[in-house]
């Protein structure tokens, strides 16, 4: 059987991930800091491989196997991994000391580098992560509208805050999760992207409405991108209403050009919020958007909303990092065609061969961002209701351990290319996938 072929061969190759493994499990819940991290294998008698270094495209854990990493941090490292520019200027500061819990020249700069980029963001707030980001953000919103309820998007993934951590998990509504208030006590209602049913929604609680927030392309939702023609409406009804707009571009933000993925869509938010590349492999989330609302934050304004706290908001190094990371990303326009090219065409080239093949598996994304879905049985050009529906996550699990094996790393499928990625390691991706599709498609788990 391809699963017991695969799981030996694991174990045979990762003797002492297993080995720290079995001691993760008894010091952290479920082994692991982040849930996503097991990369499904637990529930396939696998377990997540323990990594020691990274270097440019590739990842190397405690065992010395090397993967072609296509995960690249949770997307963040577009330049590919510890580029020598970041590292240098890294190695700089730490001699000089890397927290004061002052302010720094730095995040002055890294605020108007933002600013002078998208012609939305007008005034930048720091702090240490997305999900506090898009937390804040909707704090705004409702504070600056006098509105109690804020729409998001469902599979809309903003973190796992108290107040946008609803409808995450699939297209049913309503379930809240354990230790969370209900969807109608937070003020949470959910709508479905590309879906004209989405505006009778927002225009039915129009009145309590303070803020739309999603993700133009929906990132740990799956890589599915909403149509420019929905943006378009939501822009147009929000204004209608004096409902704020969030783009949260956490992920898209400098992934598909040097700026955020608005300025492309040219459709332009109230609100932003960024994170992951902007902070070049460092913590760091951000709100940006018009001044007169995010200078509410401000301690001087005596209506002021609050926003921090945060030890560690506008932390030295991310602020430094991200700077760098910027101004090696203004240089870099025929590294984002390039990557976003190859993107594009990986995606469609798996789909046309997992279609001919009559495979139960799907290719999504945009440009750079490349995710696969193995679903519970082939459906020719599945809808995202039905990738979600019909989603295999054994089989998905099989999928990334398969990848394991031949020395590939990714999550959600895959994840994303970075500038790192030659031409020949996207034809490598292809190769291990038409090896490995037929096998882990037919496999019977439950
Ligand atoms: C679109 C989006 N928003 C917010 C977040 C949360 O960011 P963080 O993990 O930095 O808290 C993420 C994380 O994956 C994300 O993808």
């Known amino acids: 059987m391809f699963i017991k072929g695969e799981l030996e061969t694991f174990e045979r190759n990762h003797p002492k ?31 997540p491989v323990i990594i020691s270094s990274a270097n440019g495209p590739f990842i190397k854990d405690i065992d010395e196997n090397m993967y072609l990493d296509f995960w690249n941090g949770h997307f963040a490292m577009i330049l590919g991994h510890n580029p020598p520019e ?12 890397w927290h004061f819990g002052t302010n720094t020249k730095q995040q002055i700069e890294l605020a108007s580098r933002l600013i002078d980029d998208n012609p939305s963001v007008e005034k930048v707030r720091f702090c240490t992560s997305g999900t506090e980001a898009t937390m804040y953000a909707t704090r705004l919103a409702r504070a600056y509208t006098k509105r109690r309820l804020v729409a998001k998007a469902v599979m809309g993934w903003h973190g796992a805050s108290d107040t946008l951590c609803y409808d995450v998990g699939g297209l049913v509504n309503g379930k809240a999760p354990l230790g969370q208030l209900k969807a109608n006590e937070a003020g949470i209602i959910s709508f479905e992207i590309n879906h004209d049913d989405s505006f009778n929604i927002i225009q039915k ?16 939702g799956g890589g599915f991108p909403v149509s420019i023609d929905f943006l378009k409406r939501l822009r147009e009804e929000s204004e209608k209403y004096g409902i704020l707009l969030i783009f949260d571009e956490v992920i898209t933000g400098y992934r598909f050009n040097d700026s955020l993925f608005q300025n492309e869509l040219k459709i332009l938010p109230d609100l932003t919020t960024m ?47 991200g700077l760098k990371t910027l101004e090696l990303l203004k240089n870099s326009q025929q590294q984002y065609i390039r990557i976003n090219d ?45 990738i979600i ?20 790393c990714g999550l959600h499928g895959l994840g994303a290319l970075s500038m790192a990625n030659t031409h020949n390691h996207i034809i490598q991706i292809k190769e291990v996938i038409e090896e490995i599709a037929q096998p882990v498609s037919n496999s019977l788990l439950n």
């Open 275 to 321: 994170g992951k590349i902007i902070g070049g492999g460092f913590p760091i989330g951000a709100i940006g958007g018009k001044n007169e609302i995010i200078e509410r934050s401000s301690p001087e304004d005596k209506n002021q909303v609050l926003i921090g706290g945060g030890t560690f908001s506008g932390y030295p190094l991310s602020m430094i990092a």
């Open 389 to 408: 529906e019909y989603a295999d996550k054994k089989r998905e699990a099989l999928l990334q351990l398969a990848l394991f094996n031949r020395n590939i």
């Open 205 to 220: 609680y129009s009145k309590d409405l303070a803020a739309i927030i999603l993700e133009p392309i929906l990132g740990g």
């Open 342 to 386: 190859e993107g594009n065409r990986l995606i469609q080239h798996l789909n046309h061969y997992f279609n001919d093949e009559k495979l139960a598996i799907v290719a999504s994304g945009f440009k750079s961002m490349v995710m696969l879905h193995v679903l519970s049985r082939w459906i020719e050009n599945p809808s995202i209701k039905e």
């Open 17 to 47: 991930s297993k080995k720290l493994w079995e001691k993760a499990i008894n010091v952290l819940p479920g082994g692991i800091s982040h849930n996503i991290r097991t990369f499904g294998l637990p529930s396939i008698g696998g377990f």
């Open 86 to 97: 970041i590292q240098e200027v890294i190695r700089k500061h730490l001699s000089y000391g």
